[in-house]
């Protein structure tokens, strides 16, 4: 198969590049690298199946051309962080809504299939404690900046089903919950890496809020299984939520992190607006329900959070070269 791979070298890309291509494929990758890094593809850039091309989704002119050469494309291209997202609104939604838009016209003239990745933050404020597919939406006001990524990529749910019910194109959409995993980076404000780099730093992490807020993390390598399994799956402009169900506080996480790194490090409390901008508002527990998944591929996670710390853990290790002095 010959597989397309918008934003292949961000973090979650990269991994779906390399499974893909492990698997036999022949994969192009579009990335203008604006969050993501070649050094992400370093383990197969030498590999004959694997075509990188340096170009943005939102001007190239070829894009329908790729495309239509394809028997599937993964969209993953988006404006990603929130604090991307915070300090750069406009950016943040013309990424996301017409990278999209672009993506599907060019499927239209080979009914391409395409599975876009969504987020867990459409779900919005609102409150439940398992969020499953078909829950409304309480999405906050436009005022607050950090609301146009989800809305925007709700808008892109919006038009996937709108191209499959009008023109029959074969579109699936995930709703990604926290991912997690080795290459990850902290610079645009992922909470995991930022406490692993600060634990092996020996400085302090950096709690936002009360640190009560819930969130579930899924390994990389676990969502990328899931992934391939619905790509098997027949396309007809469904939503799946993919992600772990092992609950954890943000607070806790940091312990954990910790623990599992054996850091001397401690934790400070920071208020949103301080972190982020006055009136930032942060929703208080996001866990999903993957039963829809679960029942058409049988997948479930693997990784437990303790699994997936210690891979990071052992990640930035490496990565640095050295252990911090502070242990
Ligand atoms: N990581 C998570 O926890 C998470 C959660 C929910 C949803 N998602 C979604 O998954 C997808 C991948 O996210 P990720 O965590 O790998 O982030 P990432 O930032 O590592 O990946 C996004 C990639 O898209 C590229 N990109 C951005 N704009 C582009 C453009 N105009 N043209 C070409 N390339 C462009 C970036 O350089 C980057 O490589 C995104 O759509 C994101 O919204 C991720």
């Known amino acids: 198969m010959h597989c397309l791979i918008t934003g292949g070298a961000g973090f979650i890309g990269s991994y779906l590049a390399e499974e893909l291509i492990n698997r036999g494929n022949r994969v192009t990758v579009i990335d203008n690298l604006s969050t993501g890094n070649i050094h992400n593809l370093s383990s197969i850039i030498r590999n004959p199946l694997l075509n990188f091309l340096h170009s943005d989704i939102l001007n190239m002119q070829n894009l329908k051309d790729l495309v239509s050469e394809s028997d599937i494309v993964y969209h993953l291209a988006a404006a990603v962080g929130v604090d991307i997202v915070v300090k750069d609104p406009v950016y943040t939604i013309t990424t996301n809504v017409k990278g999209t838009e672009r993506v599907l016209e060019a499927a239209l003239e080979n009914k391409t ?44 749910e919006f038009y996937c089903s709108a191209f499959y019910k009008e023109y029959k194109l074969p579109v699936n959409i995930v709703r990604l919950f926290n991912t997690v995993g080795p290459r990850q980076t902290g610079k645009y404000g992922m909470v995991l890496p930022r406490f692993v780099q600060a634990a092996l730093e020996g400085k302090d992490l950096n709690v936002f809020g009360t640190g009560k807020q819930t969130r579930c993390f899924c390994h990389v390598r676990d969502v990328v299984r899931c992934v391939l399994a619905l790509s098997e799956k027949e396309f007809n402009g469904q939503v799946y939520n993919i992600g772990s169900n092992e609950i954890c506080s943000i607070e806790a996480l940091a312990r954990r992190v910790i623990s599992i790194s054996g850091s001397t490090s401690g934790i400070v409390y920071k208020s949103y607006n301080e972190a982020y901008a006055p009136g930032f508002e942060d929703m208080l527990h996001r866990a999903p329900d993957i039963s829809k998944i679960k029942k058409l591929t049988g997948w479930e996670p693997h990784y437990s959070l303790d699994n997936i710390i210690a891979d990071v853990v052992d990640y930035y290790r490496n990565k640095k070269g050295r252990i911090s002095p502070a242990f």
């Open 113 to 156: 299939k395409i599975l876009v990745a969504s987020t867990s933050e459409v779900y919005g404020k609102s409150n439940k404690n398992f969020f499953s597919e078909e829950d409304d939406l309480l999405i906050g006001p436009p005022t607050h900046s950090r609301w146009s990524y989800a809305c925007s990529k709700l808008l892109d």
